[in-house]
């Protein structure tokens, strides 16, 4: 393994930073985004509301996992409106009942990127008018900040400023030190006037943002011409605060209502230690900073001293109130500058002189680890580390704050950080557990109409989703969330203020977080295929991940691609296509409109199946029967396409020479194609159907002469005729693909981009005309694209242009609409000598399929798919933008191209914009000279969900969730031919597939996986934190170590803390009886042995072992030992434990082997123990070695043989510190140590020794390690505490070695997430690749992400090394970040010898595939090989790693 490649497979999804902000839109704009403001009297929004009072738009969401940025649009469902025409899925998503008249919130994507860079913190800077928007500054280690606008022209964002303070020059801000425990803090100004960076501990950043109308950035007009102004930067100075007597600062915050912008500092003046701290107890101290940008002064205005020693953060009061919350660890202060006032939260606060009594909280709670937001101006919310909420209510008598009031509210997710967006939403954003949008509604009155606060420990979860499913179809279900109302009260008896507030809660919407990984087993599903080979069967495996923490808690199962449940298959030998249609015989022609609305729940009336030299037509009722021979259907031939006109109520069926409308089963009407017409070219009898798209009442036509054909039915007697559009008549060019899009809806989108206002008011009168039924509405279009890679689009059944495009192949990132320079192309294609070379190039990335869609839902856009020869996959998302100047740069076109005046017709779809977005599908299937089969069959709801499935020899799902395609793929069938949606009786929502063996399947989606992630992924509720898991094969078990939180009596803990050997009691430390009654709340192990549902439903718990008090089980493995006395192998269950019971006590641990029961019915004795024993020291990590038991215990390692009642030792090896992970490969053992790197022993059998190969002689904090085996090379990887990989080799030859004692890098890199766990699997085997057996390694981090590091051969390696070179300069970053800067080796400031540069970065590659095409082929060129070729490597190493 000289040589691999780090792959992302899915990436983070633990929510680490949230903010909101008008990113997409300013507070003017008129969204329909639209919430209420709730109705409270003393309701004074602190951000700049529109005048007209009750509605106001809700701002963005932006969130941050790690690398990966996002920002979210917030929808609003107002009670009433528009229910009707949504899908099904989308009725799911509505949660939490009606509130404030809203029925339904949810987050749809706006952008997605995947940073070079993990996002330190987080910040909007506000721009203070209603016109402008708002920007994002994000900050990357050590000391990078840019700020991010969003760009109507480009739909995304872009990059305003970049403030780098890193490099020689800056090294001085430093003073001397290389590690800093955070990375830069980022705040801003409520005001939008500046923000501050927090760097290198003590050196504030004060980023100046310009003022609107400075004229310095941007002109003061460009808000009359239509355009916006963001955010920005306009310069940056440093403040040392160091200068001015400051030490360690903890937190800082800008104030409210300052004429000049006012930084609050929280500092330690001095550090207080554990055992000083009964004396030194209150440390820190608070700055008031007055910031002057203009004159770079900072005057110090106010300061408050003798703060606690562990206050943590500062919360700002917002308008009128002011001032500044503290909160600590017991206590939370309030500080202004004329007023103060504090609340003790539990029985360790104390004041800084002891003298007075603070005032204390109606209960006790620890506030550590607190993140908060304002619910009102007077109103906080704290989400504590045990997730839950309370609210903080400051009593305010209009002058200053009289006191802190704290009351318990819902329980909730353990939150990273929390924000509210808008005036009635927040949002609550988890690394430990799902993220979920809250709406909430405030209400005051008096405490007696109130429910009391019986219900607090209802939780606000987005419970699993596996129960919501079950509870989905009883429309009695209520959300047990949002009904139950929570009352607060702030009840002050001589207050002006009696009214109390009382909150409701409903979650609106969540983000599913696998994260954190803490370790994963790998095991075999339940539908899993035991006959399958090569790729399909990967999809035999899933991966079972501990992720959460406490009450999130959960095991994810993880599974890369879809196994659908089938119903039943049939061998069909032959099939080209499947087509199923509807028929209803009831429906006669005097039906009146309304009850013609086409019905959502309609089964399907035939499935039409084309073979090579005929059709077959089967019934879908309760049965699927043949009726071939009783059909008018033609049978004779293959079909090229089937479906349904007028509403439902004709069948077309189009085969190669004719086509004929069904009424059910009988014939109304057959067309000939081959005829000469009159108005066709008397050549084209030879010519038949190529492909064919249809969006009643029309269907189009392509021949096999490259010619267009359009079918226009009449309603009114339900025939069609043949017309060819004559725009398309005259003209040489050759059509390659060509779609219908029918822009449906009761107000089609497409004609919002339309500047002219003939279109808004309804086009197609021909359409509306026949009965004005609800399904007729919308205009259709018809997407075209020529041999020569132009697209157009002309609206039917007129053909006039309104958009086109040149070059569309090429797949550039953005498309707007332009004249086409036909001529150019023709005498480019002629006068070049290398023809036939130009044409092969062009054949290959011509355009063999096109499709345009747009799904229901409230805010969707239209979709542009196009496939090309050579596979590649062009997906654009439409947008609207209205250009400034676009009707100038068009008429200047024109007038020198007399050509492309045609085009410029007044009906231009002047404001459509494509942005092309990556489909992640790696799959390329080259289509041969022949007819190109169809690809992509779009489906509307299977199973709920909405997208289309892509066929070929990687087929695979493209979902659509959130305006954001996920794709899944499915390998479990090899290659795909064929698909189709079914609806009946016996599948309901279903679908039927064709395989390449000849198979037709008839199937439905699993409905327990949640496909709205990265890969399809079942969570099942644990309430308790996963350790680790580990699999069983023989019974499918999964083994794993859990912990839960439990309350005891102080004086019963402290009885366990007893030393064993000393034997005496320990002392009470004189504590009161009281005291030794006090609760005290402990982590309880149990190790559980869950079996997979069948079903998919949640798993089943077969069996418990419980461990003793204060011991923490650390391990869990299964492991095959050989019983010396019966010389049998023998599987066990071997666990590691520890108890913990402080400093005091010397550390023990216990080793347990359990066999697994043989009889499977009784699950009484699933488990039995066979052996137990108690060691020095922790067992930390066990493995078994050629029917050896290896374990280690404390700071020794010991090998055991076993005889089947006993373990003895028969080898030992003392490693430095404490070993967290042990990887066995043969006789060879790979040690990691907590703090010194890693360890590389060889065990041998006959001498019975353990003896150390060699080690890393620097020291390393390990916290995962696995061999990687590529072919004969061994090489050891091993990921640590600064988040970075590295790979080692054992060569005793090289001098360098120390004659082998030495392990030497083989290749290091930066992987930006703590990884927990290697799994080294076989590499699928493709066709080029060597017979020799290669293994990647598979990981998982803390972030939620996944990937792997395969080995690469050398050619392939340099190859794709070369390119990720050119790469980092020709592709823009998002961001500005550097990919090399973030991959290289974090060493935090120890000099090291930097390692070779031989792993290439993934990340980074798959840009390539994003650029246009002629970049792609200058890029190959550059560094010497082939587009083809570069695709080549790629796709091999996706197919090689798609282990799941």
Not at 1140 to 1147: F, I, L, S
Request: with cysteine; glycine share 8%; aromatic share 8%.
């Amino acid at each position: 393994m000289s040589f691999a490649a780090f792959k992302m497979m899915h990436w983070p999804t633990g929510v680490e930073n949230c903010a909101s902000g008008y990113i997409t839109h300013s507070i003017s704009d008129t969204t329909p985004m639209q919430i209420p403001i709730t109705s409270g009297d003393d309701l004074e929004p602190d951000w700049p509301a529109p005048p007209k009072r009750g509605i106001c738009a809700v701002p963005n969401v932006v969130v941050t996992a790690a690398n990966i940025l996002e920002v979210y649009v917030v929808r609003v469902q107002e009670e009433g409106n528009g229910t009707s025409q949504e899908p099904r899925s989308q009725k799911l998503a509505k949660r939490g009942g009606v509130l404030d008249g809203v029925s339904g919130v949810s987050l749809e994507l706006v952008c997605h990127y995947r940073l070079h860079g993990n996002v330190e913190s987080l910040a909007v800077l506000p721009m203070n008018s209603t016109r402008g928007r708002d920007s994002i500054v994000l900050t990357f280690r050590d000391a990078k900040i840019s700020v991010l606008e969003f760009d109507d022209s480009i739909h995304s964002l872009r990059l305003n400023s970049m403030h780098c303070f890193e490099g020689p020059d800056w090294l001085h801000l430093k003073r001397g030190r290389e590690s800093f425990p955070r990375g830069p803090l980022v705040k801003v100004d409520p005001q939008g006037r500046c923000a501050g960076v927090l760097l290198y501990g003590l050196q504030m950043i004060i980023l100046k943002a310009s003022q609107v109308g400075s004229g310095l950035v941007g002109d003061d007009d460009a808000f009359t011409s239509g355009g916006t102004i963001s955010a920005r930067v306009e310069s940056s100075y440093i403040i040392n605060l160091r200068d001015l007597g400051m030490k360690h600062v903890k937190d800082f915050v800008f104030l409210h209502g300052y004429i000049e912008p006012v930084i609050v500092i929280l500092q330690e003046e001095e550090h207080t230690w554990a055992g000083r701290v009964s004396w030194k107890h209150h440390t820190c101290m608070l700055s008031a900073l007055s910031i002057n940008t203009t004159l770079k002064q900072h005057p110090v205005i106010w300061s408050a001293i003798n703060l606690p020693h562990d206050a943590y953060k500062l919360l700002a009061v917002p308008s009128p109130i002011g001032g500044v919350l503290v909160l600590c660890a017991n206590t939370i202060h309030y500080h202004s500058q004329s007023a103060s006032c504090a609340l003790a939260l539990n029985n360790y606060a104390s004041s800084a002189d002891s003298s007075q009594e603070l005032p204390a909280s109606s209960f006790s709670v620890e506030l550590d680890a607190a993140h908060g937001t304002w619910l009102l101006n007077d109103v906080a919310l704290l989400s504590t580390k045990s997730g839950e909420l309370l609210l903080l209510t400051l009593i305010y008598d209009g002058r200053a704050v009289q006191r802190l009031h704290l009351s318990k509210s819902k329980a909730s997710v353990l939150a990273s950080d929390i924000t509210s967006v808008g005036n009635s939403l927040f949002y609550l954003g988890s690394r430990l557990g799902d993220s979920l949008l809250v709406q909430f509604s405030c209400r005051s009155g008096p405490a007696a109409s109130l429910p009391g606060l019986r219900d607090e420990d209802e939780d606000i979860e987005g419970e699993s989703h596996q129960a919501k499913r079950l509870r989905m179809s009883s429309d009695a279900f209520q959300d047990t969330i949002g009904n139950e109302e929570l009352s607060l009260f702030g009840s002050t008896p001589n207050n002006s203020d009696s009214s109390q507030k009382s909150f409701s809660f409903a979650v609106r919407d969540s983000l599913v977080n696998v994260g954190p990984v803490k370790d994963f087993a790998y095991g075999l599903r339940i539908n899993a295929d035991a006959n399958a080979t090569g790729i399909s069967k990967q999809s035999n495996y899933e991966l079972v991940c501990c992720s959460g923490h406490g009450k999130n808690g959960a095991l994810s199962v993880l599974r890369q691609s879809i196994r659908p449940e089938m119903i039943t298959e049939v061998e069909l030998p032959g099939c080209k296509g499947i087509w199923t249609v509807y028929h209803k015989s009831s429906r006669s022609h005097n039906v009146d409109s309304s009850k013609m609305a086409v019905d959502e729940d309609e089964y399907h009336a035939y499935l039409i199946i084309s073979l090579e030299a005929r059709t077959m037509v089967l019934e879908t009722a309760d049965l699927l029967t043949e009726v071939t021979e009783s059909v008018d259907y033609y049978v004779q031939g293959r079909t090229i396409a089937a479906g349904n006109l007028f509403g439902r109520r004709r069948v077309i069926q189009v085969f190669e020479h004719g086509a004929r409308i069904l009424d059910g089963s009988f014939m109304n009407h057959e067309l000939k194609f081959g005829a000469p017409n009159t108005e066709s070219n008397s050549g084209s009898e030879s010519s038949t159907v190529s492909s064919v798209s249809i969006a009643d009442p029309y269907v189009l036509l392509r021949m096999t002469d490259d010619s267009i054909r359009l079918l226009v039915g009449d309603p009114s007697t339900c025939t069609v005729s043949m017309s060819s559009p004559s725009v398309l008549e005259g003209s040489k060019r050759k059509v390659s693909a060509c779609s219908l899009y029918h822009d449906k809806g009761p107000e089609p989108w497409l004609r919002k981009a339309s500047t002219d206002a003939w279109l808004l008011s309804g086009v197609g009168e021909a359409v509306d005309s026949a009965d004005g039924g609800p399904h007729d509405q919308g205009d259709i279009y018809c997407v075209l694209c020529y041999e020569s890679g132009a697209l157009e689009i002309f609206d039917v059944p007129s053909f006039n242009c309104v958009f086109s495009v040149d070059k569309f192949a090429s797949g550039r990132s953005h498309l707007s609409d332009m004249p086409i320079h036909e001529l150019d192309y023709e005498l480019n294609k002629n006068s070049q000598d290398n023809v036939s070379a130009r044409n092969e190039d062009t054949m290959k990335t011509k355009v063999v399929e096109l499709a345009m869609q747009r799904w229901s839902g409230h805010h969707t856009r239209p979709f542009l798919f196009a496939v090309l020869a050579d596979g590649t996959i062009l997906c654009y998302h439409a947008y609207l933008f209205e250009g400034v100047d676009g009707t100038n740069a068009e008429n200047s076109v024109s007038s020198e191209n007399p050509a492309a005046l045609h085009s410029s017709s007044s009906s231009k779809l002047r404001n459509l914009r494509f942005l092309r977005i990556p489909l992640d599908t790696s799959t390329r299937d080259e289509t041969s000279d022949g007819v190109a089969a169809q690809r992509i069959t779009m489906f509307k709801n299977i199973s709920g969900h909405q997208g289309f499935f892509l066929s070929g020899s990687r087929p695979g799902w493209c979902m659509l969730f959130r305006e954001r395609l996920r794709f899944h793929s499915q390998l479990c069938d090899g290659s795909i031919v064929a698909f189709t949606v079914l609806h009946n009786v016996n599948c309901n929502h279903g679908f039927i597939y064709v395989t390449s063996q000849g198979v037709l399947k008839i199937c439905q989606l699993p409905s327990a996986s949640v496909y709205d992630n990265y890969w399809p992924v079942q969570k099942i509720p644990l309430k308790a934190t996963p350790h680790q898991v580990t699999y069983y094969a023989e019974k499918n078990l999964y083994p794993l170590i859990v912990s839960y939180p439990v309350s005891k009596p102080l004086h019963q803990v402290l009885s366990t803390l007893v030393d064993q050997e000393a034997g005496q009691q320990i002392d009470n430390h004189n504590l009161s009886s009281d005291d030794l009654q006090r609760p005290y709340t402990v982590e309880e192990f149990e190790i559980r042995i869950l079996e997979p549902e069948r079903s998919g439903g949640p798993w089943e718990t077969k069996a418990t072992i419980p461990m003793q008090s204060s011991e923490h089980a650390l391990t869990v493995r299964v492991v095959t030992l050989l019983n010396a006395s019966t010389g049998e192998n023998e599987t066990l269950l071997a666990v590691g434990t520890a108890y913990v019971q402080g400093e005091d006590v010397a550390a023990r641990g216990r080793v347990l082997l359990y066999s697994f029961g043989r009889n499977g019915d009784n699950s009484q004795n699933l488990v039995t123990e066979v052996y137990s024993k108690e060691l020095k020291g922790v067992v930390s990590a066990v493995a078994s070695i050629q029917g050896h038991l290896l374990i280690s215990s404390g700071p020794k390692v010991t090998l055991h043989k076993w005889n089947g009642t006993e373990l003895t030792g028969v080898a030992f090896f003392d490693p430095p510190l404490y070993v967290v992970s042990m990887n066995v490969v043969k006789n060879f053992i790979l040690l990691g140590d907590v703090h010194k790197s890693v360890y590389f022993l060889s065990w041998k059998e006959q001498g019975s020794q353990l003896s150390l190969l060699a080690k890393d002689f620097g020291s390393l904090d390990c916290l995962a390690s696995e061999f990687l085996i590529d072919g004969s090379t061994l090489s050891l990887a091993v990921s640590d505490q600064q988040k970075n990989l590295q790979i080692f080799y054992f060569a005793p030859k090289m001098s360098e070695s120390w004659k082998g004692q030495k392990l030497l890098s083989r290749a290091e890199f930066h992987v930006g997430a703590h990884v927990t766990k290697f799994l080294r699997l076989q590499m699928v085997e493709t066709l080029s690749a060597d017979k020799k057996s290669r293994y990647a390694s598979l990981f998982g981090t803390l972030d939620g992400s996944f990937g792997c590091i395969a080995p690469l051969d050398e050619v392939t390696f340099r190859r794709l090394q070369s390119l990720q070179k050119k790469l980092v300069d020709a592709v823009p970053h998002v961001a500005g970040l550097n990919p090399r800067s973030f991959r290289q080796f974090r060493s935090s400031g120890k000099a090291r010898k930097p390692g070779p540069d031989s792993i290439i970065d993934c990340e980074l590659l798959c840009h390539y595939e994003m650029l246009p095409l002629e970049e792609q082929h200058a890029l190959a060129q550059q560094i010497g090989t082939t587009r083809a070729q570069i695709f080549a490597n790629l796709v091999e190493l996706s197919v090689g790693t798609s282990f799941l």
